[in-house]
């Protein structure tokens, strides 16, 4: 057998030949071009119109962006600088204090708010990474109170009191929750509405234990206030919409239909309504002689407009959750609140959390609409002062390129966020 | 004779109320009322008390009053001398007509947008992700003022003047200027009615032939042909009929009369801004739902086409797009009605929609503050209302039927 084989068989190879190289058409950058970029005629076409486009693009806004002089004092003298083609961005080097913080929040102060916004960053960490130490949260608990003294000075006490409260309300809470979830729901606003009232006598007798200068509310502007409205709005929104969502979904016909009355309408109107009311009508149902400023009126109807939408997005997550959740929560013999704290919101939370991202960001870029009831916002503050102003009348590019640009790196950040979540959190489907 | 098999039956307490789970759900609904009643009070008492500090009170007879101020693009007639009403109306009408221009043209960039975000296309797919991301991640507001900008940029009527004129209109037909956008009207002579209903009837016919085809390929299998047959009816019979009644439809076409363009519909410049900044601006978001509408179909629907012998247009058209569809178009149908909603934002660029002139000037000069945002709020109530009734109905209709 095996030497009939060695007849048929002339040459044997005992080593192994070097690889040849592709060709060169399939290797390489030659094969991503044509894989990539002119794959058939259609896609040439496409590709050709796209590098037109481009280059269109480029040639208008590179040498706005490296042509455009960065310190002139205003527009004349730029315009003689750059002789028509770049951009005067001297704008922004010369009205930047008044981009970020508005017309008249005192110079001085400027390192608060700028502290205040660091610290967002070290008390949010915790809430969106799992992986951080849990006793951060505590920073996060004290944030909102430290925030508020920075940004709006006065005496440390305010905060320190309305922190207290909190803490005896969430102490009568963790006494009494074993009895009766409802009671001590009960038991924990009032012991905080009783702290509250007798920590106000304390907080006004003694003014000025460790107070910063106090910037009242009116001053607050420019991409500030865009961050302290969204902020604000959306952290309030979260419990409210959790609740609203919980009543839709309930079985109690009156309780359900006022939750329900109450989403349609606010998701129905647009938020510049809502805005025209906390500017000219909500003033008519407050008691006579009360005056909320603006900035806490325009808070209350953002925060009651976010928390439908996030009302919304968290009764997808409780329809989205197989109905063996709630009948194994009732089987295990638990009620209604310890169901919902220990079994169906973790859950249902967890799912809804892209949709709130959405929201959050949505919101946030809607907080530019009140510089329509003529508060002085990032776009308000282009739109009035700087654009009105002689030295800048006319500067449109540079202004609203740094606007957009702020808003779409504070968005895009959190919507790449949004999506790394949830791949992280994409556990075992598919 | 008495049985002993009942339990001895309870007597109520008054601790039933708070701990017994027959009731309590009656003691938190009775407790959410007396609450939500005497929010509703004491608003209404604040309200009465305040109207009454300020002599105000609530009517609306304003409404029938002179407007007193002048409308600069109007769909019915309208002139400062016209009610308060009258000017709501056409508001309403404006914000109509600027929310369908807007859902139009966000629906065809964003369909466009989505299918060349998939594209192999490497530079075409990159620079559709830009435009996506750039216009969602902005706040429309600021795309809005943005393109306000660039419209009031636009050259002047004067520019297309005498000699030394700087701009041409394009195809010598439509005219851009910083008033806005001329663009020719049509002009119907005698017998244009004719051509106007053969052109009608001719795209019944293309519906009628395009059923007639389906219904004779579903019960026999023969396959007719249907694009040139559609495109033939669609051109053939009217063209047919304009040159038989001699060309009775002519072309209004705008010129350049002393300072400003005359003749033509004019298109004005906030009507344009809002528009165009609406529709791209949607159209980013509508991009991002027909792109999720095609990745939701499961790859194993196009190989199974494939594999039945299907050519790559009829998979798209018999199997991929009638399961996108009914991803696509509830995203589809709340994004029309947030163009809606934020065609609101036509105050910051001066087109007069329903939120300028009913919740503006007329809310500024009658002072009827409650009034004129009730009545703005109920109208936007009743589109989005009716909106979400159609979507409802069309959900229910393309939803899957399960036992």
Redesign the interface.
Known sequence: MSDTHSESIAFVRDTEIPPAPPPMAEAGAVKWLRENLFAGVFNSILTVLAFIALFYLMSGFLPWLFGGAWNTANIRECREVIQGSGGCFSVLTDRWNQLLFGIAYPSEAYWRPTLAFVMLFVAIAPVLFNNLPRQMLIFTGLYPFIAFWLIWGGTILIPLVALAGFVVGYFIFSALTKQSFAMALGGAVVGALVTWWLGGFVSQAMADVLALEQVPSRNMGGFMLNMILGVVCVSLSLPIGIVLALGRQSSMPIIKWICVVFIEFVRGVPLITLLFVANVVLAYFLPPGTNFDLILRVIIMITLFASAYIAEVIRGGLAALPRGQYEAADSLGLDYAQAMQLIILPQALKISIPGIVNVAVGLFKDTTLVSIISMFDLVGMIRGPILSSTDWNGVYWELWGFAALLFFVVCYAISQYSQWLERKLQTGHR | MTTMTDPPRQSFRLSML??DTRYR?YT??FI??VV?AGIVAV?AN??V???A?AGLNISYEFLANPAGYDINQTLIPYTSQSSNLQAAWVGILNTLLVAFLGCLFATILGVIAGV?RL??????AK?MSLYV??F????????I??IN?IVV?MPSPRAYRGDAATHEMLFGVIAYTNRGVYIPAPTFGPGSMIVVATFIASIIGIFAYRRYAKNLLFNTGKLLPTLWPSIALFFVPTLLMYFIMGMPIGADIPALTGFNFQGGIQIQRPLIALWLALSIYTGAFIAENVRAGILAINKGQTEAAASLGLRPGRIMNLVVLPQALRVIIPPLISNYLNIT??S??A??VGYADI?ATL?GIT?NQTGR??EC?LL??LF??II??LISFFMNIYNRSVSLKER
């Open positions: 708070l701990n759900s938190f609904q959410a009322l939500l608003l604040n309200l008390v305040n109207l500090a060349l594209s192999k296309n490497w530079l075409v620079l991301e750039a969602r991640n902005v706040p429309v507001l600021i795309w003022l943005i900008t940029t909603k934020n609101s934002l105050i910051a939120t919740g809310l503050a409650i945002v703005l709020m936007y109530l989005s209302l």
